[in-house]
């Protein structure tokens, strides 16, 4: 065969070669190919290996991460990992195609992902932006938390995340969709269970520790001890009556509180914040001792008296029979509540928390015609034996107060109607009822 014969069948067979290499390159297939050239749009022409073809790496498909200068990246002569993604048409060497190392890495990726989320792990990602309806995180690969899942409570500026490094439960993952769904909230609420449980093994009854007010309902405040809510009843925030909680706490306000019991089985932790403050009875022989006159608020009025608030959490009982000289049929006749009295301490007894008082004692008793000219004709025999009258005031006064002394009765205070009005006026009452 001639030297050009020879040639000829060289070019034929190279022909076939590259043909055959053309064949060989197929969509999803993945090559290497060395940087050749980098051209002025920012793309790389590489050369695939093993097929004598070139094919093109655009700036935006050589990361996963956002690449300003394609330069800074790569360099003639590298040599990448690279999937075929499409053909882009033909040349003189069979043809070009259109190449791709970031879809190659968030293929590796996927697996990654795959895998943890069979393995039932988490992932750790920075949170990159923030949408409407919830966070874009990136894992490598696009990843999304709807707002329901950033946390176990409703959040309501999303933009607090933005930057942060979270750690995610992956909830659904579907690669050929670029799928992937992300939840914080689950990693939060495992935590909060775990510092729960620690928490409420280590409390005592009894125990004072501080916590933070986290909400606030009718019934009394939610307070954070730090992982996890106990309760303080209204009837424990404070001494005085309190009718809202939220007229004396607010949400984030640091408060002591008393453990007044722990229920791991109901999940519960009941706390007072009252226990943790001076008793207000303390000293009150000395604040209100008998025979004082203190300022005091109308707090709740009842058929046989008013109870009325000398100091905070402090409250004594004006009985009926010590409203006024005046017969009144109820309390309501003269009083209301939230009127501010003054009032005369009758009587004093700390250890029972029992306070019985009068309004009356600070008024001027009214005399009839009769009684104002019998103190006239009896003035002078007073004046002789004032000494002695004074005695006799004195016990007079005292068996008073004793006879006076009143709170309500199977109240908290516990008082019975002996205690309240004496056994005659107790008679006095019966007689009237059975007229």
Do not use: C
């Not at 990654?112 to 992932?123: N, P, R, S, V, Y």
């Not at 600070?362 to 009684?371: A, F, I, T, W, Y």
């Not at 109240?411 to 005659?424: K, P, Q, R």
């Amino acid at each position: 065969m001639s030297e050009n014969g020879t040639s000829q069948n060289n070019e034929n067979n190279e022909l076939l070669d590259a043909l055959n290499s053309i064949d060989n390159v197929k969509v999803g297939d993945v090559v290497k190919g060395e940087v050749l050239t980098i051209d002025d749009d920012q793309q790389a022409i590489v050369g695939i290996a093993d097929t004598g073809i070139e094919g093109v790496v655009p700036k935006k498909e050589l990361s996963t991460k956002p690449v300003d200068d394609i330069n800074s990246v790569i360099k003639v002569g590298d040599v990448l990992d690279l999937v075929v993604i499409s053909r882009i048409g033909t040349d003189k060497e069979g043809g070009s195609y259109l190449l791709s190392q970031r879809r190659l890495e968030a293929r590796k990726v996927w697996d990654d992902i795959q895998k943890e989320f069979e393995a039932g792990h988490t992932l750790t990602a920075p949170v990159t932006q923030v949408v409407k309806g919830g966070l874009v995180v990136d894992a490598g690969v696009r990843g999304f938390v709807p707002a329901s899942m950033v946390s176990d409570h409703f959040v309501e500026d999303l933009s607090q995340f933005k930057g942060q490094t979270l750690e995610f439960k992956i909830v659904e993952i579907e690669p050929s969709e670029n799928r992937l769904i992300l939840s914080h909230r689950a990693i939060v609420e495992k935590e909060r269970a775990a510092q729960k449980a620690e928490i409420m093994a280590k409390l005592t009854a009894g125990d004072i520790v501080e916590g933070k007010v986290a909400r606030l309902t009718n019934f009394g405040a939610f307070v954070d001890l730090g992982g996890v809510d106990g309760l303080v009843h209204v009837s424990e925030i404070a001494f005085e009556r309190v009718e809202k909680p939220s007229d004396v706490l607010k949400v984030g306000q640091e408060v002591k509180v008393k453990v007044l019991s722990v229920d791991p089985d109901r999940d519960r932790i009941s706390l007072s914040i009252k226990q943790t403050l001076p008793e207000p009875w303390d000293g009150i022989e000395d604040k209100a001792p008998q025979g004082s006159v203190l300022d005091g608020t109308v707090k709740r009025l009842t058929s046989f008296g008013a109870f009325v608030e000398v100091f905070p959490g402090v409250e004594g009982l004006v009985h009926i029979s010590q409203i006024s000289h005046q017969h009144i049929a109820t309390p309501a006749d003269v009083l209301k509540v939230g009127q501010e009295i003054k009032v005369k301490v009758l009587d004093v007894r700390p250890n029972d928390h029992r306070l019985a008082l009068s309004i009356k004692a600070l008024e001027e008793k009214p005399q009839s015609g009769d009684e104002a000219s019998e103190n006239r004709s009896n003035n002078n025999n007073r004046s002789r034996s004032n000494n002695g009258g004074n005695n006799n005031r004195r016990r007079n006064n005292r068996n008073s107060a004793e006879t006076s002394t009143a709170n309500a009765p199977e109240e908290s205070t516990g008082f019975s109607l002996g205690d309240l009005i004496g056994d005659s006026l107790k008679k006095d009452m019966e007689d009237n009822e059975n007229k």
